[in-house]
């Protein structure tokens, strides 16, 4: 007699699925939450949004550049793209293009997010110089 293993496969496939399905609304919230965390040296001000509900798929997030501009970030699993020019607007009408990194997205919007980064890199670098010797 043959057994064959296969519906158990599908079964524990299937709430593996149901698991990450149900994990997407803490887990997208805590990526924009380190998002936040991981650059908010570098921006006059970034949050995640408390007014525009996340889903199981997209969170929100606020930033103002150093040059005083404001944009509505969304951020999905194809990446974070623009979707307003102030805090907690999104405009439907826009179509920008989506961005692997919040460093990208944020270097392409914001020389002074570029220098800040730059600095900040450079004195992480000269520290572990200082430490190496």
Do not use: W
């Not at 509505?72 to 692997?100: I, K, M, P």
């Amino acid at each position: 007699m043959e057994i064959d293993c296969q519906p158990e496969e599908s079964i524990v496939s299937s709430f593996d699925e149901d698991c990450v399905e149900l994990g997407d609304v803490k887990d997208m919230r805590l990526e924009a939450e380190a998002v936040v965390n991981d650059v908010l040296f570098a921006v006059t001000e970034m949050h995640v949004s408390q007014s525009l509900n996340s889903a199981s798929d997209v969170a929100y997030i606020n930033v103002e550049t150093r040059e005083g501009n404001r944009y509505c970030l969304e951020l999905t699993e194809a990446g974070l793209r623009v979707v307003g020019y102030a805090f907690d607007q999104v405009d439907e009408d826009l179509s920008n293009q989506y961005h692997e990194t919040v460093y990208s997205l944020l270097d392409t919007l914001s020389p002074g997010y570029r220098e800040a980064f730059g600095n900040a890199l450079l004195q992480r670098l000269e520290r572990l110089k200082q430490n190496g010797r």
